[in-house]
């Protein structure tokens, strides 16, 4: 597994599972980046995506970007997520602390995600 967390790193795959504590935006979008009619989604508050089945090889032709990463495994980490998706199964509450709801749910159809805020990192004086 591959972590990626720097601002537009990007994963694309066929089914993304992931992790997050609040959506902020849901929209429906004519063209994403992939060409196809799909739904939007801003993830945001330690944001977790991973790859969980690949696409087929002719898609990552067609995709010309040096940070987008096509592996299965591959994942981004970060304070904020944009997330391009044709449908979304049920979020779910994963375990963790009730005040922190942390909220899982795989994407599914050509998901496309990038990294649009990075953590940021506080270093010792």
Do not use: W
């Amino acid at each position: 597994m591959t972590k990626y967390s720097s601002a537009g790193d990007a994963i694309v795959g066929e089914r993304i599972a992931s992790r997050f504590r609040k959506v902020n935006i849901m929209e429906v979008i004519n063209k994403g980046v992939l060409g196809f009619r799909c739904f939007r989604a801003k993830l945001r508050g330690n944001v977790f995506c991973v790859i969980d089945k690949c696409l087929e090889v002719s898609v990552h032709n067609s995709i010309k970007k040096p940070n987008i990463h096509f592996n299965k495994g591959d994942a981004l980490k970060g304070e904020q997520i944009l997330t391009e998706f044709g449908k979304r199964r049920k979020l779910s509450l994963a375990q963790g602390s009730s005040s922190h709801r942390i909220q899982t749910t795989v994407f599914e159809n050509n998901v496309y995600c990038v990294i649009d805020l990075p953590f940021e990192f506080l270093r010792n004086p």
